[in-house]
Structures are given as structure tokens and as C-alpha cells.
């Protein structure tokens, strides 16, 4: 899960397991200090076929933020690498996560690790969140997915996921 500092990362993870698994709050500095990554199970909606849900392995790593309080946009940019070049053998979707003002040196650090990632040879293994969304109308988000997407450079094509997410829920 990767994005900048304060937008919900470690929360959406709590989400995921329906458990406390990583520290969370408002602070003037960034919460995550470490890289960490959670093993465990969740629920997966069944396909289109059947809507039984599944209990599915996965690991997640929750990132230091993009433009962290204390740390450079490069060393966090190595301390991902380094974590996820040494701990992890296949990733099978990455998760970019903002909300509120998308900065530009959040969308250059983010477009970093698109490439690094490989963006546009594994476009369907991204999934792009704007988080926080729960204060805006329709309209709003709909402008808010086409802005995170403009300045990332993910077009909106088919098998890219974008989703909007509010505190009570996917939007």
C-alpha cells in the first residue's frame, strides 16, 4: 500500500483484517516509521459466477508515506525497495492510496514507484484509492478519481481499478 503521509494507508489495512494491525492517527509527523508487513487472511467476494465469499492468504506491507516529516522522498524510496526487494518474491496488487490535495512531489514519488513497479506492463495488478471522500457529492469524487488519474498518468482503462473510500465504507 503506498502513499503519501497521512492518507490513510494503515487504516485502510485495519480495514482489511477488521482488527487493529497498525498504528493510526493524526499527528504533525508521520505515524509509520518502519515498513511492515502483515500476513494473515481476508474475505474475498466470490467472482461473477458466485458471490461466496473466499478466505484468501495475503501479506501487506504498510509504506511509510510519500514527503514523510522526517525522512527524504529518497530515502524513503530506498527503504521500500530494499524492504520489498529482500521480503517479497511476487506482488500481486499494488494499492496507491491519496486523499485530499495531490501535491506534486506526491505524484512525482508516486510515479516513481509506478515505474519501478512496472505500471504499464502490469496496469491490471494497480489499484488506485482516493480516500477521505465521505464530505463530497458525487460529482466531486468523480472529479477527484480524474484528477488522482490525470496526475498519475493511469488512465482510466478497463481492468485499472479506481475507487473512492470514506470512513464508513467504499464509495
Avoid at 511476487?90 to 491519496?98: A, M, Q, R, S
Amino acid at each position: 500500500v503506498l502513499g503519501p503521509t497521512g492518507c490513510g494507508k494503515s487504516t485502510l489495512i485495519n480495514l482489511m483484517f477488521n482488527a487493529t494491525i497498525n498504528e493510526t492517527g493524526s499527528s504533525p509527523l508521520s505515524v509509520t516509521r518502519e515498513l511492515q508487513i502483515t500476513k494473515g487472511y481476508i474475505n474475498i467476494c466470490g467472482n461473477s459466477t458466485n458471490n461466496i465469499p473466499q478466505k484468501v492468504k495475503v501479506n501487506v506491507i504498510d509504506t511509510l508515506g510519500f514527503c514523510d516529516s522526517i525522512f527524504t522522498a529518497e530515502q524513503v524510496l530506498t527503504m521500500i525497495k530494499t524492504t520489498v526487494k529482500i521480503n517479497v518474491a511476487h506482488i500481486d496488487k499494488v494499492v496507491i492510496i491519496c486523499s485530499g490535495r495531490i501535491e506534486g512531489e506526491h505524484a512525482k514519488a508516486i510515479k516513481q514507484f509506478m515505474s519501478w513497479l512496472q505500471y504499464e506492463k502490469y496496469k491490471t495488478n494497480f489499484v488506485f484509492i482516493y480516500n477521505k471522500a465521505e464530505c463530497m457529492n458525487p460529482g466531486e469524487k468523480t472529479q477527484a478519481i480524474l484528477h488522482m488519474s490525470e496526475m498519475l498518468g493511469a488512465s482510466q482503462t478497463e481492468g485499472i481499478t479506481f475507487q473512492m473510500f470514506s470512513g464508513d465504507g467504499i464509495a
